[in-house]
């Protein structure tokens, strides 16, 4: 489940990402709010 703060971070605890070879990566990242869109916070990405 991703939460939204009123501060403008969205926190996503399990983004799952495919390879090319059919493995899965699973990570915990943060996205802030930007005019428009959110963009990601390189600085919190979690290889879970």
């Known amino acids: 489940m991703a939460n939204y703060s ?8 399990c983004v ?10 699973i990570y915990d990242i943060r996205l802030n709010k930007q005019t428009g869109s959110f963009g990601l916070d390189m600085e919190s990405v979690k290889l879970l």
Do not use: A, M, R
């Open 16 to 25: 799952s990402v495919s390879d090319e070879f059919g493995g899965i990566t």
């Open 6 to 13: 009123l501060s403008g971070k969205l926190h996503v605890p």
